[in-house]
Each structure stands twice: as structure tokens, then as C-alpha cells.
């Protein structure tokens, strides 16, 4: 996504500035073309010449003593710029930019040039929570600059609080999300992701291996497409995207009545999560013994939710996830009439790369109208996008 496309990234003299050397090579990695600006203070923490080495490119500083050279070359790398980013950025760089201070090479190129521009802050918590840094951000903010939220954490001065540079994949995260169509953009999607629990007694349950990797994909993927998205999550230990609104469940009944509270209000179902089909039918309050006998749990039944969807279904478009392992497209196509879903998407989860608890995935998508189109082995992030594509065909029909 982010390949051939222009990045300028200046550098300015936090402590994190070396990270910015990993955020070069992260863009760089993705066949970015990178171009860097440091502030003088940012030369103090990191050479121009690892910046040169890793962009390919030659790094602009300040130099006054050649202020022809610069004046020039400001402009040329404002048009040049598809994006813009500031990682790490200090008080001062915000303060300046919010101002509408150009002094130097940096804050010049940014107030010429016509590219979005991404903020990744990184400075002690007293300076980042200080009234007049934050006043200054929403000033950017206002002004459609968007931001990275420092992350919370021990700091370079000893201190504890927010200010630590954002996850370097975080950052790289929203300069690629700045290149995504936001066809979705207005409409409003529930997503469903990982395991339910069902509980036996206080420490025992029944669950089973998502690890919550594809839902967690499809609502981070709508999310950049404009989607208003609720994650309806089973617990997971893998971090939630920002700007989704996170329900955390454990039971399937849980599950049903937080999707079912949702269910009016959205323009679409994803229904991701791998939910129990069983639940043992008593719930012990105390830890059961062990004893000499073997023991034997009831299961009954749980609310199939998907089905239930549906059931009631109106204007929503209704996706479900099929986990087979045997007579595939058959059991699916079986299941989409069955749930009155528009697609489904099916994974033959013994083949090695699909399924539960791994980065990638292979499967076939079936369509209401019998139609099959078949993924290869692919990571979920960009399968996620090829999911959402058909779906937003399935919603303006
Ligand atoms: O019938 P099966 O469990 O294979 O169907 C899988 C699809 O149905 C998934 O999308 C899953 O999230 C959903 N499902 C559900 N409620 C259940 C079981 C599965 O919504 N109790």
C-alpha cells in the first residue's frame, strides 16, 4: 500500500530519535520512498548519515550558513511529499507548527507543503500534558493534522506517564491508513472476534483456539475505511485497534445480548468470532473436587447468534466465518442458506497457514448468490481489505 509512495519524515531532538531510524526502515521495507529533515537538536541524538543510509536518500538540516541551498529545496520537498510525517515530535516542533512558526528547515517545509501531515509526539509527561502542548495539538487537530498518541510508560527522564513515541507499527499503521479508500465511510459495522468461554466453576471453562487475529483485522481494516466499528470481543490477548468501540464478553450469551444491542443500528455484521456451540448445563459456584470417579459435564446448547441475525435481519448485510475441515464449500453453502447471511467466508482449517491462532489465512468466499471466489494464502490484514470489498459491494446493492 505503501509502495512508490513519497514520505518525508522529519526528525526532531527527542531522545526517541533514534526510533526513527526503525520508522525509516519500516517505510523503506514497504517500498516507500523516503526523504528525511532533522532539526540541528535531532543531529545531536542521531547522525544525518544513518537517516542517508537507510532512506537512500541525502538528509536535509538546518544550515543557515547556506541559506540559498535551502530556501530552494524546502519547496521541492513540500510538492514532493505524497505525506507527511513527524516522528518523533517534540514541544517545541508542535508548539512552533501550531504557531505558525518557520524558522528552520523543517517547520518551513511542513507549512509549505499541501500533503497530509501525521504528528507522532514523544516528550517528558509533564511537557505533553502541559495545557499549552495539548492546546497546541487540538489547534493541528482542527487544522487536520493527524495524530499518534504517545503511549504510556516509564520515560527517558525516570519519570512515569504519557509520553513515550507510539509503537513503531502504530505509526506506520496511520501513514498507510491515510492511502486507504474510505468507502465505508458513514456506515456503521459490528464485528465479532475470538473465543467465548463457558464456564464450568470458578477456574474451569470450555473455549477453544481463536485467538481473535481475524476479527481483530476486519474491524481495524473497516476502521480505516471510514466504518464506524463496534468489536465485540471474547477475550483475546492480542491489542484492540484504536477508534473501535471495544464490548468485552466471555459467554456466548454475553455475545448475543451485546450484538443484539447493537444489531438496528448497523449497516453490517461480521461475524467473526468463534462461539461455542455447547455450554456445560450447570454451573458450579465452588471448585469442583477431584475425585476418584470420572466426571461428566452436560453441555446443552447455545443460541447460534449469527442465526438469530438472520432471523431478524432487515436492511443489514450479515457475513459469517466457517471453520471446516471436511466437505468444505458444501457444509458452507449449506450454512449460508440455513443463516440467511449474504457471504461466507470459509476456511479449511487444516491446511497448514489457515485458521485459528496464525497470522495468515486461505479461504473461499461464498456469496448469496452461489458465487465462489477463492483467497491463496495471504496475511489477514490484506485479506481483511478483499473481505470489506466485497462487502461494500453486498451494502449499495
Ligand atoms: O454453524 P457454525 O458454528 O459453523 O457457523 C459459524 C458462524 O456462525 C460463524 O460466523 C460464527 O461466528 C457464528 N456462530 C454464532 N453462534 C454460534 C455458533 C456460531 O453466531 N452459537
Known amino acids: 500500500m505503501l509502495k512508490g509512495k513519497k514520505v518525508v519524515l522529519g526528525v526532531t531532538g527527542s531522545i526517541a530519535a533514534y526510533k526513527a531510524a526503525e520508522i525509516t526502515r519500516a517505510l523503506v521495507k514497504e517500498r516507500a520512498l523516503v526523504k528525511v529533515i532533522m532539526t540541528a537538536s535531532a543531529t545531536r541524538f542521531i547522525t544525518p548519515l544513518t537517516f542517508q543510509t537507510l532512506s537512500n536518500n541525502p538528509v536535509a538540516v538546518d544550515m543557515f550558513e547556506e541559506p540559498v541551498a535551502w530556501e530552494i529545496e524546502h519547496i521541492s520537498l513540500a510538492k514532493w511529499a505524497d505525506v507527511f510525517l513527524i516522528a518523533p515530535a517534540t514541544a517545541n516542533v508542535i508548539g512552533k507548527m501550531a504557531a505558525g512558526i518557520a524558522d528552520d528547515m523543517l517547520t518551513t517545509t511542513v507549512m509549505a507543503t499541501r500533503a497530509p501531515v501525521v504528528v507522532a509526539p514523544a516528550m517528558n509527561v509533564n511537557m505533553y500534558t502541559n495545557p499549552i502542548t495539548q492546546h497546541n495539538i487540538d489547534v493541528l487537530k482542527q487544522n487536520g493534522y493527524h495524530f499518534v498518541q504517545p503511549e504510556s510508560g516509564e520515560l527517558a527522564c525516570g519519570d512515569r506517564g504519557q509520553g513515550r513515541l507510539a509503537d513503531i507499527k502504530d505509526i506506520v499503521d496511520c501513514v498507510r491508513s491515510l492511502f486507504i479508500k474510505k468507502d465505508l465511510a458513514g456506515k456503521r459495522i459490528l464485528v465479532t472476534a475470538g473465543p467465548t468461554r463457558e464456564p464450568i466453576d470458578p477456574v474451569r471453562y470450555i473455549s477453544n483456539y481463536s485467538s481473535g487475529k481475524m476479527g481483530y483485522a476486519l474491524a481495524k481494516a473497516a476502521r480505516d475505511r471510514g466504518a464506524e466499528v463496534v468489536l465485540v470481543s471474547g477475550p483475546v490477548s492480542i491489542s484492540p ?101 449474504d457471504m461466507i467466508v470459509v476456511n479449511d482449517v487444516t491446511q497448514p497457514g489457515a485458521g485459528f491462532e496464525v497470522d495468515t489465512n486461505i479461504v473461499n468466499v461464498m456469496t448469496r448468490d452461489g458465487d465462489v471466489k477463492s483467497f491463496p494464502l495471504m496475511d489477514k490484514g490484506e485479506l481483511s481489505h478483499m473481505i470489506l470489498d466485497l462487502a461494500v459491494d453486498l451494502m449499495v446493492r
Open 241 to 341: 485497534p484504536s477508534g473501535v468501540m471495544l464490548e468485552r464478553i466471555n459467554t456466548a450469551e454475553e455475545m448475543m445480548r451485546s450484538v443484539l444491542k447493537h444489531f438496528d443500528n448497523v449497516d453490517a455484521v461480521i461475524m467473526a468470532a468463534a462461539v461455542a456451540d455447547y455450554r456445560p448445563m450447570e454451573y458450579s459456584e465452588v471448585k469442583i473436587k477431584k475425585s476418584d470417579e470420572d466426571m461428566v459435564v452436560h453441555l446443552g446448547k447455545n443460541p447460534d447468534i449469527l442465526k438469530e441475525l438472520g432471523f431478524r435481519k432487515g436492511k443489514q448485510v450479515l457475513i459469517g466465518f466457517a471453520a471446516e475441515t471436511n466437505d468444505v464449500m458444501l457444509n458452507a453453502g449449506k450454512k449460508l442458506r440455513e443463516k440467511n447471511l
